[in-house]
């Protein structure tokens, strides 16, 4: 069984490099909509326990309305922090995914395969990098304690370093629904287009953020 691990940044700080073309309230709503859509799709999935970790109350409230368990931060400490913070939650003898709340196109098909079972090659890792292969988008572990995270800067290759330097099989993961995430505003324009071209799901089409009303104001021009 795999328990999951969400860390999420206070709702003020959320998005900070989206500031020149969404308001702190449109981006408060992009990262809370995304993170309904990716539990929506967890729920679809046999999982252990979702573990939500942020000092921000609303996020938490909301993700223990859509089922999962909340962890809250006394106070932020960064990122990999919060990672701690969740992995030290996992139930016992169960593996843990890290998965972080701006995923909008997240497949359950693609996270079945990060945490398939992992027979003979545990102790294990799997690493979905994003689409530039620097950062890690998901990370599996087949122990909560394997290593310790290292989200950031060039993480992808953080995380294959530490694998290596543990003896620990890494195996890395490229999946399209896991690689994308929306940090940039060309992140967010690609989020656009994707929409408006029809194939995205309903939860892709519902989400409504102001972001064209915005560009007209601002006068930003794509």
């Known amino acids: 069984m795999t328990d999951v691990v969400i860390p999420v940044k206070s709702l003020m700080e959320a998005k900070s490099r989206l500031q020149w073309i969404l308001s702190p309230s449109e981006r408060a709503n992009l990262v809370l909509a995304m993170l309904r859509g990716i539990l929506s799709c967890l729920q679809t999935i046999d999982l252990g326990n979702i573990w939500l970790v942020s000092s921000d109350d609303e996020v938490l409230d909301e993700g223990n309305r859509?089922?999962?368990?909340?962890?809250?931060?006394?106070?932020?400490?960064?990122?990999?922090?919060?990672?701690?913070?969740?992995?030290?939650?996992v139930a016992h003898r169960h593996s843990a995914l890290v998965l972080p709340a701006d995923l909008p196109f997240l497949k359950q098909s693609e996270v079945t395969k990060m945490i398939a079972p992992v027979g003979h090659e545990a102790p294990l890792i799997r690493i979905a990098p994003d689409e530039k292969k620097q950062g890690t988008n998901s990370l599996f572990l087949s122990s909560p304690d394997?290593?310790?995270?290292?989200?950031?800067?060039?993480?992808?290759?953080?995380?294959?370093?530490?694998?290596?330097?543990?003896?620990?099989?890494?195996?890395?993961?490229?999946?399209?629904?896991?690689?994308?995430?929306?940090?940039?505003?060309n992140d967010l324009i690609a989020f656009e287009a994707q929409n408006n071209s029809g194939s995205a799901s309903n939860f892709h089409t519902s989400i409504s953020f102001g972001f064209a009303s915005e560009k007209e104001s601002k006068g930003v021009i794509i």
């Open 66 to 89: 859509l089922g999962a368990r909340p962890l809250q931060e006394e106070f932020a400490a960064g990122y990999n922090q919060a990672v701690l913070t969740g992995l030290r939650a």
């Open 146 to 185: 394997l290593i310790k995270p290292a989200f950031g800067h060039n993480s992808f290759f953080n995380h294959l370093f530490a694998a290596n330097s543990a003896g620990i099989v890494a195996r890395t993961m490229l999946l399209p629904s896991l690689a994308f995430d929306v940090d940039t505003p």
